[in-house]
């Protein structure tokens, strides 16, 4: 069954520092995979998708991420963390069940910023 | 383009009530999901309509249902509400509800049960 992993709850960077966020998947089938944020009180905000394109995805806000078969990683990343970073990240799987979509997310990971 | 909108944004209900929760998709998608977020399980697939037809189902009792108009607008309903139906209800939109779709979510819904 897909499924995906996020490695670490929490992570936590200071300004200006890389970024790096990890997702391991589990998948029969080539997946496609997703980077989602979640501002406080919000809904979820779509940043990037892998759908076998092209295995570097670049999404908004300065982030990407790299699919890794070998390794069955989607990890996210971004060079330089700005304080409007801070939120939660989740990273999800498509499962398509009698051709319809459900998506499969990981449990999160939460990044802090710090000044 | 307006985005998913989900009415009402905040609820407070006692156990053994019900409650209807409703989510208008943006304009054009016809497949709507819902989610349930909590903090012990995360983000939890509930259902997907798709032209007024479920197609899919998570792993929920059947006190929860939902049901999608003509209009794509859908609504989800929870009987019976348990102190444990606390969460933030997400309603997703997209255009067909195929893999490489990417869905649009709303604000969500925070439940509250007493």
């Known amino acids: 069954a897909q499924s995906v992993t996020q490695l670490g709850s929490h992570v936590s960077v200071s300004e200006g520092a890389l970024v790096l966020l990890r997702c391991n998947y589990s998948?029969?089938?080539?997946?496609?995979l997703f980077w989602y944020v979640q501002y406080p009180n919000q809904g979820l905000q779509l940043l990037l998708k892998?759908?076998?394109?092209?295995?570097l995805v670049k999404g908004i806000n300065g982030f990407e991420a790299e699919f890794k078969k070998s390794e069955t990683s989607f990890h996210l990343t971004k060079p330089s963390a700005h304080m409007s970073d801070a939120a939660e990240y989740f990273c999800a799987v498509t499962i398509i069940i009698q051709g319809a979509q459900k998506l499969v997310f990981g449990q999160g990971t939460r990044l802090t910023i710090n000044p | 383009k307006a985005g998913v909108t989900q009415t009402p944004r905040y609820l407070i209900k006692t156990r053994g009530q019900q409650v209807t929760l409703s989510c208008s998709p943006i304009?054009?998608?016809?497949?709507v999901s819902w989610y349930q977020q909590t903090p012990g399980q995360g983000l939890q697939f509930l259902f997907e309509?798709?032209?007024?037809?479920?197609?899919n189902k998570g792993n929920f009792p059947g006190r929860f249902s939902g049901r999608q108009f003509s209009n794509s607008r859908s609504e989800m309903n929870v009987s019976t509400l348990e102190l444990g139906d606390s969460a933030l209800y997400l309603c997703a939109s997209s255009f067909t509800g195929t893999s490489y779709n990417e869905q649009f979510f709303g604000p969500g819904t925070r439940l509250t049960v007493l």
């Open positions: 892998y759908t076998s394109a092209a295995t």
């Open positions: 304009s054009g998608h016809r497949s």
């Open positions: 309509y798709f032209s007024e037809t479920q197609r």
């Open positions: 998948s029969s089938v080539p997946p496609y």
